[in-house]
């Protein structure tokens, strides 16, 4: 093996394994944020509009720690649009908090469209023989588009709630520790070479 491709070998290796880690911390505390919302989200108070600001922090950090491990390349570029993205998101909620359940909805739900837009992206880039086939990350994209149209619909209606923004990120939490169990499935297939 020549020295590049042991070079390339060990990158592609260490970016599976912060890939794996980056995944199982971001599902770990999308679970921790949707039980502590749950209980904090029946008046939209100070409590709540703090959660709702942290929620998309997170999404920023982990693109900000994505992009720093990816090399150059238009997954990285996308990474970095999302992460701005969701920095936006966050100011954009913490501003519609004090309009209460309704701009909160659709502040939400038009994050939630484009950042599952750029999940897919990023998830279809990754898929390859040393990342996998990256279905949890590319249902979860579609599936967080997908919420974010419905959640603007149901602000424009009759009876408006927060509540499934618990479940969202309940989803988006199991969707990541599943990717991370993937690929940590994946790492394992190919030290022992039974890809």
């Not at 469209?113 to 086939?133: C, D, I, M, W, Y």
């Amino acid at each position: 093996m020549s020295t590049r491709t042991a070079t390339q070998t060990g990158r592609t290796a260490g970016g599976r394994s912060s890939l794996l880690r980056l995944y199982l911390s971001r599902g770990i505390l999308a679970l921790a944020w949707a039980l502590a919302f749950a209980g904090a989200h029946e008046d939209v108070d100070a409590a709540a509009i703090t959660l709702l600001v942290v929620y998309p922090l997170i999404d920023a950090a982990s693109s900000l720690i994505d992009h720093r491990a990816t090399l150059d390349g238009s997954e990285r570029r996308v990474t970095a649009f999302n992460g701005v993205l969701s920095t936006l998101a966050a100011l954009a909620l913490g501003i519609a908090g004090a309009g209460g359940t309704v701009p909160v909805l659709h502040v939400f739900g038009a994050w939630a469209v484009v950042s599952g837009a750029a999940q897919v992206v990023v998830g279809l880039r990754r898929r390859g023989p040393e990342l996998g086939k990256q279905w949890p990350t590319l249902i979860s994209g579609t599936l967080s588009f997908l919420a974010g149209i419905t959640y603007n619909v149901q602000a424009a209606g009759g009876n408006p709630s927060l509540d499934v923004l618990s479940v969202y990120a309940t989803g988006g939490g199991v969707w990541f520790i599943l990717q991370a169990l993937l690929l940590a499935l994946k790492s394992r297939q190919l030290r022992t070479g039974t890809v």
